[in-house]
């Protein structure tokens, strides 16, 4: 059975980074659809970033400039790069794929990860 664990959340200062990341079990999940996605307290679930089979990458504008996605297929791994964060940040964090489409079109996102908290104080 497949699953997606992430981590890294953390509190920061405002300007700070943080790399979160996101490790697949019992499905190469690197060779499909993923993404990062977040929820703050009262607001609706967010897609922050998807990447696809061939690396194609796409972003929030809230996001665009700062966050970078990337993954490795040999640790079956996603990450969540995040540079110059913002109190607007501050969310839980979750990993998604899209199994087993290869790219992110339909966003029939089935897997999750638990999720991971980003604070950023002002």
């Known amino acids: 059975q497949g699953q997606l664990v992430d981590s890294g959340g953390d509190s920061v200062q405002a300007g700070g980074s943080l790399r979160l990341s996101c490790v697949g079990s019992g499905y190469p999940y690197t060779k499909y659809c993923l993404g990062w996605f977040r929820q703050a307290p009262g607001k609706e679930r967010e897609e922050v970033a998807t990447?696809?089979?061939?690396?194609?990458?796409t972003y929030a504008t809230s996001v665009k400039g700062r966050f970078t996605i990337s993954k490795d297929k040999d640790k079956n791994t996603l990450y969540l790069q995040m540079d110059n964060l913002k109190p607007e940040d501050s969310a839980m964090y979750y990993c998604a794929a899209d199994y087993p489409s290869t790219y992110c079109a339909l966003g029939n996102w089935n897997f999750w990860g638990q999720g991971t908290r980003v604070t950023v104080s002002s």
């Open positions: 990447i696809d089979r061939d690396g194609t990458t």
